[in-house]
């Protein structure tokens, strides 16, 4: 019953017309998420605004992140990859690059190194399939799936290895309201401020949150959250390389 239920076999249309044919199911889903993921412009004056006073790295914290990538970070990254996820585009999975690391490292660290100085990424690294959950109801409305990006391993591994690298200065550069991914701080320091904040900004954060349910930060344009990045000197950390999306292919198994 389990896997029946993942197959995504018919959808309803606005008007309500069910549709059974494949080839007419995937043209629907298709333009429900091109739509849902489609970048909208957003308003210059506001970006510049939100980005006034933001935290700059030190010259010392800033060389530290232009530093060439070494094998060393990538195979920490390698190894840290969880094992039985599914594959993305190449369907390489994590634990192909586990078992053959000796010989895939070298060229794999050149490759990445080329890619960073030339501020083009593989397409596997900028390629995912999507993919479709079921959540609960009904399953004819395509609201009802849940979409799930699979990325090829390579590019985890080169995300991981400059997480890690990044973690190092996240306290420098992120203001002491946010604990998120901050070594040092707990999310109890964000539920107290919660406490103190006024009925209407509680009400403001509730209906921020419930409208990035619905429309995902990734429909922002690349000025609005990469245009603070670009003064700073980090190195592969400049938001060029990785662009500011992933190209996806919709996908969906019968």
């Not at 593989?122 to 990325?151: E, M, Q």
């Not at 922002?220 to 190195?235: A, H, I, K, S």
Request: charged residues 20%; glycine residues 6%.
């Amino acid at each position: 019953w389990r896997a029946a239920s993942k197959v995504l076999d018919h959808l309803k249309t606005s008007e309500g017309q069910v549709i059974i044919d494949p080839g007419e199911v995937r043209e629907h889903a298709v333009a429900f998420y091109r739509d849902l993921f489609v970048a909208e412009p957003s308003c210059p004056d506001a970006a510049r605004e939100l980005h006034v006073g933001l935290l700059r790295l030190g010259a010392l914290e800033a060389g530290k992140l232009e530093q060439e990538l070494s094998l060393a970070e990538l195979a920490a990254a390698a190894a840290g990859l969880a094992s039985g996820k599914a594959p993305g585009l190449d369907g390489l999975p994590a634990e192909f690059y586990k078992a053959f690391w000796p010989l895939l490292s070298p060229c794999l660290l050149r490759v990445f190194q080329e890619s960073l100085a030339d501020k083009v990424l593989l397409i596997s690294c900028r390629r995912a399939v999507l993919t479709l959950l079921p959540k609960k109801g009904d399953l004819g409305c395509i609201k009802n799936w849940w979409p799930v990006s699979l990325l090829c391993a390579d590019y985890k591994i080169l995300a991981k290895a400059l997480a890690t690298r990044l973690r190092t200065v996240m306290a420098s550069i992120t203001g002491p309201e946010q604990s998120y991914c901050v070594p040092g701080r707990t999310i109890q320091d964000n539920l107290f401020l919660l406490r103190l904040q006024p009925a209407n900004s509680l009400a403001w954060m509730l209906a921020f949150s419930l409208w990035t349910r619905r429309k995902p930060l990734t429909r922002w344009t690349t000025p609005t959250f990469f245009g603070p990045w670009r003064p700073l000197p980090l190195g592969p950390f400049s938001p060029e390389p990785a662009g500011s999306c992933i190209d996806t292919l919709p996908a969906y198994s019968r």
